[in-house]
């Protein structure tokens, strides 16, 4: 039988680990930073030192695991599926900005069994397992305002690849997000945004275009915290098996009533 809890203090401690890897270079004079797809997608040696790290870390421990890594791709077979990216926030990381995390989540035959972001800068440890969602050792709630003008919501959007199908549409839902909501943040981590709508910190955050390595983790943490988290494909809600595989997420507080949130998830799920 798999112990999930083995699971989790594997996935625990090689973030840790991932996490003082990535310290050496936080902030270091002279880091190289290359390109990867375009200027707006950027890796260092970091990224894939850390993403080394976590795949002996399991092939240790795990072997015949399969691992979906953001710099290493997808490799093995089993019942066993590790979604990594060794940093989230790449962009912040390499400015010296304190924004960013290593994310390992887990999923037993296709359901998510186990979820780490490990934000090291600020010596933060986000998990969740059977036992519920945790900053540390303290227990994680989802809560924050029903009320859009009380919310927070925290999204790196409009990113250039949504200017691409609706981008007129795009600019006036980000001007009415501005409008509608209290505050709007773009902090440039998905993780790191979703641990904070885990967190209570955060009322919503929302993504078009992430990989399961941005999300598996947090979105599971989101959910074992007592919030919400929807995909959308093609205008529709999605069912909520492997929903870590969809692109387009929605995550919530408890009870928030969004109703422009889930009018654009709607309506931007609809590009081609
Ligand atoms: C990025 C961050 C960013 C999101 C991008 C991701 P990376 O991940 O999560 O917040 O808007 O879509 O690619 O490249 O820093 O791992
Ligand atoms: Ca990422
Ligand atoms: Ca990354």
Not at 27 to 44: A, E, N, P, S, Y
Request: aromatic letters at 10%; charged letters at 25%; a negative charge.
């Amino acid at each position: 039988m798999t112990d999930i809890r083995e699971i989790t203090d594997l996935a625990i401690d090689a973030a840790r680990g991932a996490g003082e890897i990535a310290m050496e270079g936080f902030r270091r004079d002279g880091l190289r930073v290359d390109l990867k797809q375009d200027f707006h997608d950027l890796v260092t040696v970091y990224d894939r030192r850390c993403e080394e790290h976590i795949r002996e870390r399991i092939e240790e421990r795990f072997p015949g695991s399969a691992i979906v890594g953001e710099e290493g791709g997808a490799s093995g077979e089993g019942s066993l599926t590790w979604h990594i990216d060794p940093i989230d926030g790449t962009a912040n990381f390499a400015r010296g900005m304190a924004l960013w995390a290593v994310c390992i989540g887990v999923a037993l035959d296709g359901e998510m069994v186990s979820g780490v972001v490990y934000d090291p800068a600020n010596d933060q440890l986000f998990w969740a397992d059977d036992r519920g969602a945790f900053l540390g050792d303290e227990p994680l709630v989802s809560r924050g305002s029903e009320d859009p003008r009380q919310a927070t919501v925290i999204a790196n959007f409009p990113l250039p690849r949504d200017l691409v199908h609706f981008p007129e549409l795009a600019l006036s839902q980000f001007a009415r997000l501005s409008e509608d909501y209290s505050h709007y943040r773009a902090i440039g981590s998905s993780a790191v945004s979703l641990c904070w709508v885990a967190a209570g910190w955060a009322d919503a955050t929302f993504s078009f275009g992430a990989n399961s390595w941005d999300v598996a983790a947090a979105a599971f943490i989101v959910r074992r915290a007592g919030g919400t988290y929807v995909t959308y494909a093609g205008g529709e809600p999605q069912p909520a098996e492997r929903d870590y595989e969809n692109p387009h997420y929605l995550a919530l507080i408890p009870g928030a009533r969004y109703d422009l949130l889930h009018d654009i998830m709607r309506e931007q799920s609809r590009r081609p």
